[in-house]
Each structure stands twice: as C-alpha cells, then as structure tokens.
C-alpha cells in the first residue's frame, strides 16, 4: 500500500511536548478509516464531557490494543506533563477490626487476615510519619481509617491531623469511610484538601463483593464531599473477579459524575488469604487480571476523565516494570510510595527510583490539572470549586 506522502508538522502543546493530537486529523482517518478517529472527550461547548454513554465506554476498551494506548497518550499530553508522576504516601491511622465485609479487604472483621485492630493513632505520630514521607519527596500525604463510618466522637482528632499535616506544607487526603454532610464540613473546614472514597467497581458486581453497605450509599458520600467543597478522589479495584462489562460500569459511573473526581485510583486487587476475595484467587489463579486488561482499564479512565490524576495504586508491588511503563504511557501519573500502603507491601522507595531512573519519570512538583482550576491550593482558597469557567481556561 502507498502511503501518502504529505508532511505533517508536529506543534507544541503548552508543556512544550509534541502532541499527536495537533497532527492533520484527516491524513489518519483516510488511513486507518474508522480506526484512527480522535478521542471525543469534549462536548459541543469544548467542556470536558460527562455525558458518556455506556456503549462509548465499552467501545474505548474494545479498541486494538495500540489504538487505545495512543489515544490515551494523546488525550493525557494534552492536560498533564506525560513525563511528571505525582507521589503519594499512605498511612494507616486506624487498622482493622471493620464492621464492613469487602471481600477484598485484610481489615475487615469478617476475614481472617491476621490483621490485628489497633485504634486511632495519636496526632503526634501521624504528623511524624508525615513529616518522614516529605522529606522522601512526597507531596501528597493520604491517611486511612478501617471505619464504616467515623463516629462523631473522632472527629476532634481527625481535624487536629488534618490542620498538622497541612501545615507542613503537605496535601491532605482521608479515607474513613462513609460522611454525613456535616462530618463532610468539618472536614473541609479543618482544610482536607481530598477524600478517597472508592466506587470499587460496577453497579452490577457490587453486591457480590460487599454486602454491608450499597452502591448508593458510596455515591451519596461522594455528593457530600462535593457539596462540602472538598475535591474527591474515587477509583476502584481491577482484578476481583469482574468482567469487562463490570468495569466499563465502573469507569463509565466516574466518567458521568456531574464533575469528574479530581483523582481516580486505580487499584489491583492485592490477593489477602483469609479474605473471599484472596481465598478465590488462590485456589482460581486463572481469574487473576490479565496486564494488558488492566492497561486497557487505565487507558479507559485516562481517555474519559482527561483532566483526572489517574493513580496507579495497590498491585504494583507483583506488576512487572513493563506493565507499570504501560499504565504510564496510558495515563496514570500518580503512585503511592512507600514500603507500605494500608496493610499490604507497597513496591517500595528504592525500587521505584530505579523504575523511574529507567523510564526517565521525574517527580510531580506542580499542581494538578483540575486542582489548580478549583483554586483548592495547600494555604490557598478553601471555599473554591473548579466551575466550567475555570476548567475552559485551563485547556
Ligand atoms: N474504610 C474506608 C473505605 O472503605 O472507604 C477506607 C479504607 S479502604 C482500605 C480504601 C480502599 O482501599 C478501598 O475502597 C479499596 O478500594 C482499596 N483496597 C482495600 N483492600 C484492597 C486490596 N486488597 N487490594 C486492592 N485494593 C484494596
Ligand atoms: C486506594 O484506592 N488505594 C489505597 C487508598 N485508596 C487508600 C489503599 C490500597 C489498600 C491496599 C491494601 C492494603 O494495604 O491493605
Ligand atoms: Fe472496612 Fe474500608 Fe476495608 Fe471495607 S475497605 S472492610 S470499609 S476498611
């Protein structure tokens, strides 16, 4: 076949990268007719769409491989430095003993772990433990308690941690299980730059993975985070099981949120024996998650919530360097550093200098994307939130 021979002429994006997004649109569609089409991730207003339909996601994880990856490539260059990830620590500030029965999680109750209930860590050593990952160069400090929900009685605690992690200069991120709007205001009052708060998977395969709570109950903390100001980060877990179906569920149920969160992990299920989900892993290892489906499941988020920081989070520890450099040129450009997560070993500070030595990655030291537009910066406004004025200027 001949080629057609007309140059195309790169131009600079605003970080200064070459965006395949600025190349001569026609010249790929008359060659890949069909294939080659650009990612729609705007609506007629050039907004940042949420209007996905459940089909257009699927169709984003039933595109050839390569095809998807670039796509996603494209659609991460055009918000985020594709050469920055942002690092992120964890600490758990209350292990185990939760009423709650994620069949995936080492501190439930109902599983038998090992892992032993502690209670409520005490201010000054979560601010020590803060102070250590800064000077390990992280900028996010992310604390998570094994709550349904925290009790009112806590509350006192948690906001003296937020305001101490703050004032270190450190961006805060809780994750304590369901809030009520007025918990959620506490919070965004003390300064909680995020919550985590995961949907975990698609509507569909809830149920089967957890049995205490619902759905709606996660969305619904979600609205009150929102409500309160705070920005969200929501993700969920590839690997439990699922099938592709349940996981354009659950990317399409992020990607239609009213306002996308600003950070998405994207977790592999860490198999715990003890718990349903490790038990079922271990005696079914045919059911582990393919590399190149969770690739597909990152490049799939990247595509549909462009100005997201999407987190390559647990699973990393067992996922090859290939895998990882995969996910990174899909579009995830956040980690969590670190020996540890919440209960489970974490790739660790010395593995992933050489990871990012090898990749040629470099620490995030900016601001993120949909963050700097809601004006929520660490000692900035804290009453902000990114409005279609503020995200259209950015891009
Ligand atoms: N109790 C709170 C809650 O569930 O929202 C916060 C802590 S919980 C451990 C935080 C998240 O970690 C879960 O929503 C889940 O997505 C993730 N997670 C827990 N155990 C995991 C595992 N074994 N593998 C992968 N992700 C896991
Ligand atoms: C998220 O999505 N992943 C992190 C964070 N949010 C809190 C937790 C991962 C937990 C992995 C299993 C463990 O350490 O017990
Ligand atoms: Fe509890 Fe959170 Fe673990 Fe579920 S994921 S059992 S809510 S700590």
Not at 75 to 83: A, K, Y
Not at 161 to 173: A, N, P, S
Not at 338 to 362: C, H, I, Q, V, Y
């Amino acid at each position: 076949m001949q080629w057609r021979s007309r140059p195309v002429v790169p131009i600079s994006d605003t970080h200064g990268f070459t965006s395949a997004a600025h190349f001569a649109k026609e010249d790929t569609d008359l060659r890949f007719p069909g294939i080659l089409r650009q990612a729609h991730t705007r609506d007629r207003d050039g907004m940042i769409r949420t209007d996905w339909t459940r089909e257009e996601i699927a169709e984003l994880f039933d595109l050839p491989f390569t095809e998807l990856l670039f796509r996603a490539a494209t659609v991460h260059r055009e918000h985020h430095r594709p050469d920055e990830v942002q690092l992120c620590t964890l600490l758990s500030i209350k292990t185990g003993g939760c009423p709650e029965d994620c069949g995936y999680c080492s501190q439930s109750a109902h599983a038998d772990s090992g892992v032993e209930a502690t209670k409520l860590m005490d201010v000054r050593q979560v601010l020590q433990s803060a102070a250590q990952a800064k000077d390990a160069g992280s900028q996010r400090f992310c604390m998570g308690a094994a709550w349904r929900n925290p009790k009112d009685r806590d509350m006192p605690k948690i906001v003296e941690i937020v305001k101490g992690v703050r004032d270190m200069g450190m961006e805060t991120c809780m994750t304590l299980g369901m809030l009520t709007p007025a918990q959620a205001e506490q919070l965004a009052e003390a300064g909680l730059d995020y919550y985590n708060h995961n949907v975990d998977t698609g509507p569909e395969y809830y149920d089967r993975v957890i049995t205490t709570r619902k759905y709606e109950d996660r969305l619904t903390t979600l609205e009150n985070v929102r409500q309160a100001g705070i920005n969200v980060c929501s993700g969920g877990i590839v690997g439990m099981g699922e099938t592709r179906e349940d996981r354009v569920g659950f990317v399409h149920t992020l990607a239609t949120l009213e306002r996308h969160p600003e950070s998405v992990p994207v977790n592999a299920l860490v198999p715990v024996k003890g718990t349903p989900l490790g038990d079922m892993l271990a005696d079914t290892p045919m059911a582990k998650i393919d590399d190149i489906e969770f690739v597909r499941t990152v490049a799939a988020a990247r595509i549909a919530m462009p100005m997201s920081m999407v987190r390559l989070s647990a699973g990393r520890e067992s996922m090859s360097d290939a895998t990882q450099a995969l996910c990174f040129m899909a579009g995830a450009n956040s980690i969590f550093t670190g020996e540890k997560l919440l209960t489970a070993p974490n790739a660790g500070d010395d593995s992933d200098a050489a990871l990012f030595a090898r990749l040629g990655l470099k620490a995030m030291e900016g601001e993120e994307p949909l963050r700097a537009a809601s004006g929520r910066a660490v000692g900035g406004c804290s009453g902000g939130c990114a409005t279609k004025e503020a995200q259209a200027e950015l891009t």
